[in-house]
T-cell receptor, first 115, second 114 residues
């Protein structure tokens, strides 16, 4: 089975600054999806950003961008101009394409935004 | 209502009780999932249903019994649970074979087993 590793249990960032959350994964597949999900305290987990492995261009969504390094199996999330509302647990996730509907999640990174 | 809805949001039960968690999705998706979320651990996939058929059972103890009567509804029946089963149970849905491939989550049911 694929594994997803988030090596930073906790991170903090000053408001308006930039922070990068790390994620690595292990797979023998060549095509797959990668995701970052955000889970605010006591609230619903929502999708932040998605990357298809066949696309070389890094995905961006407003202040959120990824650094996808396929050969290194690395998928980090960069949050620019951090806001108080960005405080949450962030989960990295992997999904195979075609092989059922299995998603694999990391253990999460708790992000604190300091005013 | 839109998205994925889970009820109840909070549940406290004794080890001998029988209760059920309910999930409903209004997104027209054909796959539904139960995940268990415990502190400091990755999300644990419990069950997957595709087109109402169970396609994944991740070695979940029989005290958890899923039911998927149609592609919009998913239940998790609970009986004779243990204190270590206390966790946040998340329901999710996705469109199998869809272009975006993402999961849509409910808000979760916080279960406490006494």
């Amino acid at each position: 089975a694929q594994t997803v590793t988030q090596s930073q249990p906790e991170m903090s960032v000053q408001e308006a600054e930039t922070v990068t959350l790390s994620c690595t994964y292990d797979t023998s597949e060549s095509d797959y999806y990668l995701f970052w999900y955000k889970q605010p305290p006591s609230r619903q987990m929502i999708l932040v950003i998605r990357q298809e492995a066949y696309k070389q261009q890094n995905a961006t969504e407003n202040r959120f961008s990824v650094n996808f390094q396929k050969a290194a199996k690395s998928f980090s999330l960069k949050i620019s101009d951090s806001q108080l509302g960005d405080a949450a647990m962030y989960f990295c996730a992997y999904r195979s394409i075609g092989a059922g509907n299995q998603f694999y999640f990391g253990t999460g990174t708790s992000l604190t935004v300091i005013p | 209502e839109t998205g994925v809805t889970q009820t109840p949001r909070h549940l406290v039960m004794g080890m001998t009780n029988k209760k059920s968690l309910k999930c409903e999705q209004h997104l027209g998706h054909n796959a539904m999932y139960w995940y268990k979320q415990s502190a400091k651990k990755p999300l644990e996939l419990m069950f997957v249903y595709n087109f109402k058929e169970q396609t994944e059972n991740n070695s979940v103890p029989s005290r958890f019994s899923p039911e998927c009567p149609n592609s919009s509804h998913l239940f998790l029946h609970l009986h004779t649970l243990q204190p270590e089963d206390s966790a946040l149970y998340l329901c999710a849905s996705s469109q199998s074979g869809g272009p975006t491939g993402e999961l849509f989550f409910g808000e979760g049911s916080r279960l406490t087993v006494l």
